[in-house]
């Protein structure tokens, strides 16, 4: 069956604390990984889609990486404003369907 | 303007009742999805449509109906809906059915069914 997990469920990280958050996935045929980023009250906001392992994108502090069980985020010296929850989902090729993890809340305080 | 929008963004029904949940987008993209989320189990597909007046079921199908009459429309309809649709419903769309195409998401519906 195909999985993915987040890992961990919350993080709380002060103000320029650097960290990472953790996506594992068991698919059989992966065609893409996505991460999305979800703000209270409002739909998921596309970050990144990753293809193959070993591939990396950033954006601002955030650095996305993939290996053939794994992808992480990096947040690098987070702000208050990167507080959110953030989604993995990978694509196994029926029709583009995704498979979501349940999320990592990322809290950072000033 | 440009984009992907959702109506009504609140709802609150009783069991039983018919209800449907409208999505809009604006890009032409081909494919659209509908999903719920509720805490404990993530995002999860209930529907999708790779073109006008073709769809097919996802994860959780059951109790719901779609259909797609035109390309920029999707509406989801909930025909007798019950306390364990209270959710909160994403539609999306993409312009590919492939892992190459990233899906741009609504800004949802709280459905209450009480």
């Known amino acids: 069956e195909d999985q993915v997990t987040q890992s961990p469920e919350a993080l709380r990280l002060q103000e320029g604390e650097s960290s990472s958050l953790n996506c594992s996935y068991t698919?059989?045929?992966?065609?893409?990984l996505f991460w999305y980023r979800q703000d209270p009250g409002k739909g998921p906001e596309f970050l990144f889609t990753l293809y193959s392992a070993g591939e990396e994108k950033e954006k601002e502090r955030l650095k996305a990486t993939l290996t053939k069980k794994e992808s992480f985020l990096h947040i690098t010296a987070p702000k208050p404003e990167d507080s959110a929850t953030y989604l993995c989902?990978?694509?196994?090729?029926?029709?583009?369907?995704?498979?979501f993890g349940k999320g990592t809340k990322l809290s950072v305080k000033p | 303007d440009a984009g992907i929008t959702q109506s009504p963004r609140y709802k609150i029904t009783e069991t039983g009742r018919q209800v449907t949940l409208m999505c809009h987008q604006t890009w032409s993209h081909s494919y659209m999805f509908w999903y719920r989320q509720d805490l404990g189990h993530g995002l999860r597909l209930i529907y999708y449509?790779?073109?006008?007046?073709?769809?097919d079921k996802g994860e959780v199908p059951d109790g719901y109906v779609v259909s797609r009459s035109k390309t920029e429309n999707f509406p989801l309809t909930l025909e007798s809906a019950t306390r364990s649709q209270t959710s909160v419903y994403f539609c999306a769309s993409s312009d590919g059915g492939t892992g190459a195409y990233e899906q741009y998401f609504g800004p949802g519906t709280r459905l209450t069914v009480t």
């Open positions: 989902a990978v694509d196994v090729g029926s029709q583009g369907n995704l498979i």
């Open positions: 449509s790779a073109a006008a007046d073709i769809t």
């Open positions: 698919v059989s045929g992966l065609r893409g």
